[in-house]
């Protein structure tokens, strides 16, 4: 049974960071790519960050880019959201979600395990 634990949202100023995990339970390979997605009331989920299963090549919604950094330790079944000089309008539920596929998808739909979420909230 695949589990997905996402940590390290919270509160933080605007131009302040953060960085969020997701901790993998039963997989037992690391044949498996991540998506980063967030949501805020009455929205669908946008995936602001993809990474495939060896960490090469990596999606970033155009929003994020040059501000959000994905990564991932396949040692410890973990996938890293690294997120810089945060805006006001970054402020949602993000969850992790995993598909058991190499590459990444940007669509909530290919993805088949996700995380509970965490709340990232950014005061101006």
């Known amino acids: 049974q695949v589990q997905l634990v996402e940590s390290g949202g919270g509160l933080v100023q605007v131009g302040g960071s953060l960085r969020l995990s997701c901790a993998a339970s039963?997989?037992?390979?690391?044949?498996?790519?991540t998506g980063w997605f967030r949501q805020t009331p009455g929205k669908d989920r946008e995936c602001v960050a993809a990474?495939?299963?060896?960490?090469?090549?990596?999606y970033y919604a155009d929003s994020v880019k040059g501000r959000f950094t994905i990564s991932r330790d396949n040692a410890k079944n973990t996938v890293f959201l690294e997120m810089d000089s945060l805006e006001p309008g970054d402020t949602a539920v993000f969850f992790c979600?995993?598909?058991?596929?190499?590459?990444?998808?940007?669509?909530?739909?290919?993805?088949?395990?996700w995380g509970q979420g965490t709340q990232v909230t950014v005061s101006s």
């Open positions: 979600a995993v598909r058991r596929v190499l590459w990444y998808a940007t669509r909530p739909v290919d993805y088949g395990y």
């Open positions: 039963g997989l037992s390979d690391s044949a498996y790519a």
């Open positions: 990474i495939d299963w060896s960490g090469r090549n990596t």
